[in-house]
């Protein structure tokens, strides 16, 4: 069946430490975007690639980084540098010749600093 | 800049209609969502609408959309347990991006 995977579902890290959330899409979409979900708020969105091997900054990409060498994987790193990273993390993609623009999401990525 | 403003919290009984509602700010948005996130989940598209419509019906869902107040409502009727989800509401505002504003989400109780 085609979708979104992210791995981990789960992910416990220590202050200081880089974690990288996993995202791949078999949907053939050209475009992938990583939002952050916390308590009562909406979406924010952290980075999007419409292209392989170009990606934009969203509105909140301090202290992330992202890479899109494969039109399929879209990966998240939480650097050490980002101040509060505890949150749940979602993966999305979007075919950009659909005039609707609706997106498809993963399960999801919940991330803990301990 | 561009905003989405829901209400946090619903509260209905089974078989009742619920409506949750949702004001936007940018007058351009070409197409507006509803989407739907179970605990600990993905969201789900539930409906969405263009912008030169007023009104959207699928089957138990139905999509308000009123341009001159920039108001958006997603009405579903005889509602079920089923339905206990957060619902968020979110408008696209540059065409063929993908990039989509999303609101705080709405979290609907269905009691028994």
């Known amino acids: 069946d085609g979708g979104i995977t992210q791995s981990p579902k789960y992910l416990f890290r220590k202050e200081g430490q880089n974690v990288t959330l996993s995202c791949e899409q078999n949907?053939?979409?050209?475009?992938m975007y990583w939002y952050r979900q916390d308590p009562g708020q909406g979406l924010r969105l952290i980075y999007y690639?419409?292209?392989?091997?170009?990606?934009q900054k969203g509105d909140i990409a301090e202290g992330y980084s992202v890479s899109r060498e494969k039109k399929e994987s879209f990966p998240l790193t939480v650097t050490s540098a980002q101040k509060n990273p505890t949150a749940f993390y979602l993966c999305a993609s979007s075919g950009l010749d659909r005039d609707t623009g609706e997106l498809f999401f993963g399960e999801g990525s919940r991330l803990t600093v301990l | 800049g561009e905003d989405v403003e829901q209400s946090l919290f619903l509260s209905v009984r089974e078989g009742d209609s619920s409506v949750i509602n949702c004001t936007y700010t940018?007058?351009?948005?070409?197409?507006l969502y509803w989407y739907k996130q179970e605990p600990g989940a993905g969201l789900q598209l539930l409906t969405y609408?263009?912008?030169?419509?007023d009104m959207k019906q699928d089957q138990r869902l139905t999509v308000l959309l009123n341009k001159k107040d920039k108001h958006l409502s997603l009405r579903i009727a005889d509602t079920q347990t089923g339905d206990s989800a957060i619902y968020f509401c979110a408008e696209s505002i540059v065409r063929n991006t993908g990039k989509l504003i999303f609101g705080q989400g709405t979290t609907l109780q269905v009691k028994p």
């Open positions: 690639s419409q292209i392989v091997n170009d990606f």
């Open positions: 940018d007058s351009s948005s070409t197409y």
């Open positions: 949907l053939n979409h050209d475009a």
């Open positions: 609408i263009f912008s030169n419509m």
